[in-house]
T-cell receptor, first 113, second 115 residues
Framework: GDSVTQMEGPVTLSEEAFLTINCTYT??????LFWYVQYPGEGLQLLLK?????DKGSNKGFEATYRKETTSFHLEKGSVQVSDSAVYFC????????????FGAGTRLFVKA | DAGVTQSPTHLIKTRGQQVTLRCSPK?????VSWYQQALGQGPQFIFQ???????QRGNFPDRFSGHQFPNYSSELNVNALLLGDSALYLC??????????????FGPGTRLTVL
């Protein structure tokens, strides 16, 4: 079945450092790919998405490119801030007569001032 | 505009009991999905409701059942509770579409503890 694998955390960075969180997926068809973020004490919210191969999703300085050849959707940010500290989830969604979203286990990011 | 709301916020039950969780979708949304998030894990899809019917289901036993009302709100019922059912239960709403790209909006969740 479909699955999502993302790098284990926690990831600890200093402010203004470069961030990469790796995500790979397994799917039978052509899924849409997502990154969700869960800030401390808050609900899950969509960060960015990409719907087809080579699409780049971006939001709040974060970017991820849908790579079909490597089945990957790595999250990147050029300069992280303390306020980026959160748990990040990679996810996929496929239309199978309705659709369900499959999430990775999440990667916790700590950014130090 | 209210987002997705869930009730109650927290709940404590004992093994063998039954529980009902409630969700009101974001205004204008007609599709509701339920997820279980164990501590330190990603959300696991339970099922999705559209037009008062279960449209899609994940790998959860029949002890997990749901309902959607004409106003699109939804309930999640869990019977014969097990210790392993302790988790954060998330509700997400979206607008019906044949596309899987529609954005889901998540509620804050209900924290269920089974003793």
């Amino acid at each position: 079945g479909d699955s999502v694998t993302q790098m284990e955390g926690p990831v600890t960075l200093s402010e203004e450092a470069f961030l990469t969180i790796n995500c790979t997926y397994t799917a039978t068809g052509y899924p849409s790919l997502f990154w969700y973020v869960q800030y401390p004490g808050e609900g899950l919210q969509l960060l960015l998405k990409a719907t087809k191969a080579d699409d780049k999703g971006s939001n709040k300085g974060f970017e991820a490119t849908y790579r079909k050849e490597t089945t990957s959707f790595h999250l990147e940010k050029g300069s992280v801030q303390v306020s980026d500290s959160a748990v990040y989830f990679c996810a996929l969604s496929e239309n199978t007569g309705g659709f369900k979203t499959i999430f990775g286990a999440g990667t916790r990011l700590f950014v130090k001032a | 505009d209210a987002g997705v709301t869930q009730s109650p916020t927290h709940l404590i039950k004992t093994r063998g009991q039954q529980v009902t969780l409630r969700c009101s979708p974001k205004s204008g949304h007609d599709t509701v999905s339920w997820y279980q998030q164990a501590l330190g894990q990603g959300p696991q899809f339970i099922f999705q409701y559209y037009e008062e019917e279960e449209r899609q289901r994940g790998n959860f036993p029949d002890r997990f059942s749901g309902h959607q009302f004409p106003n699109y709100s939804s309930e999640l019922n869990v019977n014969a509770l097990l210790l392993g059912d302790s988790a954060l239960y998330l509700c997400a709403s979206s607008l019906a579409s044949l596309l899987s790209t529609d954005t889901q909006y998540f509620g804050p969740g209900t924290r269920l503890t089974v003793l």
